[in-house]
């Protein structure tokens, strides 16, 4: 068995790879893009993280992420790929962003048929692949 490392995400304060990295078939993963929001570093941890996959063979689709929000000197990521994937079905959290279509988009370019679900912002709780992790 390999073990890959990965750089976590860019002031993610919980260190989770759920937050930028989904497992959807073997050796093909989903991996967060942060390029449109502006935040350089975090695109640049993704990009390393990037070409760490491709080196030990992993197909890799990219999806779009809105970022991160903050409040009182603390940071939530907003991320699409904390997500509940069951088969080819991914349940994506909708966040009532014009980068909802964005990320939707990504995911059926990779294969996958999409199921938004209206979510409020994370805000420390999770989303949907947090909020399930126990049930399935």
């Known amino acids: 068995?390999?073990?890959?490392?990965?750089?976590?995400?860019?002031?993610?304060?919980?260190?989770?790879?759920?937050?930028?990295?989904q497992v959807i078939g073997n050796?093909?993963?989903l991996l967060a893009d942060y390029s449109a929001n502006g935040n350089?570093?975090?695109?640049?941890?993704?990009n390393q993280n990037l070409s760490i996959l491709t080196q030990h063979g992993f197909e890799v689709h990219r999806v779009r992420?809105?970022?991160?929000?903050?409040?009182?000197?603390?940071?939530?990521?907003?991320?699409?790929?904390?997500?509940?994937?069951?088969d080819k079905t991914i349940f994506l959290p909708a966040y009532g962003l014009n980068s909802d279509s964005d990320a939707i988009e990504d995911l059926q370019r990779a294969g996958l048929t999409t199921v938004p679900v209206k979510q409020d912002l994370p805000w420390f709780f999770g989303s949907i692949h947090c909020m399930t992790a126990a049930s399935y």
């Open 1 to 21: 068995t390999n073990v890959v490392r990965l750089e976590p995400a860019f002031a993610e304060r919980t260190q989770h790879v759920d937050i930028f990295l």
């Open 27 to 29: 050796k093909k993963v």
């Open 40 to 46: 350089k570093r975090a695109n640049e941890i993704m």
């Open 65 to 86: 992420q809105p970022g991160t929000i903050g409040i009182n000197n603390d940071y939530a990521h907003i991320s699409y790929i904390n997500s509940l994937l069951i």
